[in-house]
């Protein structure tokens, strides 16, 4: 889940199969459209509430362009589950646009710049190993949003 600018709350509906809900500060409740995607697992906003998700059926992390959502476009991934660069869940946006995701099938965290075409791991990414650079079922990831690099 998360808070745009307008105070709205995004929020996913795994168990329920509703890809994204907003609740307006009045509590009253949107499903996005054109979103018709299954196991929608994750969400985050950037400054300008552009809404990013991940879907774990899909493995990919897409970006519904605002204010009124009609643009959707994937960030990064191929499609495909597997140990390369796109088994991605739980994405985080920075202030220049580049999103940080969870790689959770290799253990490590990629960043994908704005219109790349590959993700770089910048944490983990040799497996499940007990060591202080790896990672062990990273779960949640949170960039600070004015920060450019």
Known sequence: MTIDTQQNLIVTDYVNNIPLRKFLPNGTAVIYPPIQYANVFDVTVDW????????????IVQKLAMPNGSLLTTVAANGTRGKGLNELDSPSVNGIG???IIDWGVERIQKWLPNAMAGTTVAGGNGYVLHLN??????AILVHTENSE
């Open 48 to 59: 300008y509430d552009n809404i990013y998700f991940s879907s774990d059926s899909l493995c």
């Open 98 to 100: 580049a999103v940080y």
């Open 134 to 139: 790896q990672l062990g079922g990273p779960s």
